[in-house]
Each structure stands twice: as structure tokens, then as C-alpha cells.
């Protein structure tokens, strides 16, 4: 579904057609080791499922670019090698169909670096493209570009199905300081996100959250759900 001019979300990604720029982010590879310690069981196929759906959509839109906006692992605190080999293993994936990829730092990745060299991939702060700034979005930044492209929030709404609550991801369109904001979810399926509905807002850049725009994620079709305030006022 196009989205604004010329940019369209596919499945959990964003794509930025004219510059032919596939934006993933927040996949936090090794998320379920972290439960795993923590005693949750949960089936060793993130990785793999991860990949299959980049792989279909890389297909589909044969990116010149694939950018990682960030929390690219989900923790460096102990850096396994089975860890190392999961993110490499990922980004030879990508590599494979894209020649560019770029690594935009996350709040979790604070020692990247040395694993994207190994695949000679840069790691940067921000990423400008014509009037477009692509950031983590966890801290403010200053920017003459007029849309900001953000991750780190995992947006995702709460809704009725039935007799059941199913939590879906969402992408989300609004303003910071008169700037067109978009939120994308989290990439990785394990990872629901935040109900922005319930919960309070991770990202500085969505202050004006009730006057964004929700596009609704089921599997792989995008449905527009309208203003956050009206979907706060239903849920009521
Ligand atoms: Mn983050």
C-alpha cells in the first residue's frame, strides 16, 4: 500500500520506490536466547522465518539499498559466536540479492561495528536520501529534511477477533514539528510490539501520537485503520 508519494509499505517493510530503498528494522536476532534464559520456551525458528519473508520481498522489489534502521541484534552483552554467525549469516542473505546494505545504530547495538566489517557493510548514525532522513528514532535529532524515517518503537494495536484479542503491527504516519514522521514495526515476528493504544510511547518523535495515522499489518496485506484518536476513542 502506498503510503505517501512514492512510499509503500510491503509487509513489514517500507520501501522507498523512487530510490529504490528497502527499510527494515528492530529484527533483534538472538531475542529468543534472552527468553530462553529467562525460562520461556519458545521454538528456535526466528532466524529462518526472518529470512524467508526478507527473502520475498526482496524478490519483490529488487532494493539497490537494504537499510537496517537499527537494533539489528538484540543484545551484545555476552557476545556468543553463535550469536556472530546469526547476524552474519543473515546479512550474507541479504548480500546475496542486494549489493548495498546499510547498518543505521540502534539503542541495542552498541558494538556492531566489528561483525558488519567482516562483511565490509557500513554502520552509520543517520542515512539522508533527497529529503529524507532514515534514524533509530530513540533520541531527538535536528534536521533539515522534511520526512523522518523512524524504528525503535515497534508500534502494534490490540484488537478483537471473534471472541479472541490479537495483537497486530502497525506503521505509523503523523507530524514532528511540521515534518511527515513514519514508524515502522519491528521485522522480527516474535516481536509484537507495543500496543500504542495502552501503552505509553518509546520514541521522542511520536509526542503527537493521537494524530497519526495507523496502517494495520495481517498477514502481509496492510488495511488503514485511520487516526490513532479515533481507534482511542472506540477503545474506550
Ligand atoms: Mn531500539
Excluded at 528494522?25 to 531475542?31: K, M, Q, S
Excluded at 555476552?78 to 541479504?94: A, H, I, Y
Excluded at 566489528?114 to 554502520?123: F, H, M, S, Y
Amino acid at each position: 500500500m502506498e503510503i505517501a508519494k512514492g512510499i509503500e509499505i510491503i509487509e513489514t517493510a517500507l520501501w522507498l520506490k523512487k530510490q529504490n530503498i528497502l527499510i527494515i528494522n528492530d529484527l533483534h536476532i538472538g531475542y529468543e536466547e534472552v527468553l530462553q534464559r529467562k525460562g520461556i520456551l519458545v521454538p528456535k525458528f526466528q532466524l529462518k522465518e526472518i529470512i524467508t519473508k526478507l527473502e520475498h520481498i526482496l524478490e519483490k522489489t529488487k532494493p539497490e539499498k537494504v537499510i537496517i534502521n537499527g537494533d539489528l541484534k538484540h543484545e551484545f552483552g555476552t557476545v556468543l559466536k553463535q550469536e556472530w554467525k546469526e547476524v552474519l549469516q543473515f546479512l550474507d542473505v541479504v548480500l546475496q540479492k542486494c549489493k548495498t546494505v546499510i547498518i543505521i545504530k540502534g539503542n541495542h547495538d552498541p558494538i556492531i561495528a566489528p561483525i558488519a566489517e567482516k562483511r565490509r557493510v557500513a554502520v552509520v548514525t543517520e542515512y539522508s536520501v533527497d529529503d529524507t532522513l532514515i534514524v533509530h528514532g530513540d533520541e531527538l535529532m535536528e534536521t533539515k529534511a522534511t520526512r523522518i524515517i523512524i524504528g525503535h518503537e515497534h508500534p502494534a494495536i490490540t484488537m478483537r477477533e471473534g471472541s479472541k484479542w490479537e495483537k497486530y503491527k502497525c506503521f505509523l504516519k503523523g507530524k514532528w514539528q511540521r515534518k511527515e514522521l513514519i514508524a515502522v514495526p519491528s521485522f522480527n515476528p516474535l516481536l509484537e510490539g507495543t500496543d500504542i493504544l495502552k501503552e505509553e510511547v518509546l520514541s521522542p518523535f511520536l509526542e503527537d501520537i493521537a494524530t497519526f495515522k495507523v496502517y494495520i499489518v495481517n498477514k502481509g496485506e496492510v488495511f488503514d485503520f485511520g487516526k490513532v484518536k479515533d481507534l482511542q476513542k472506540r477503545a474506550k
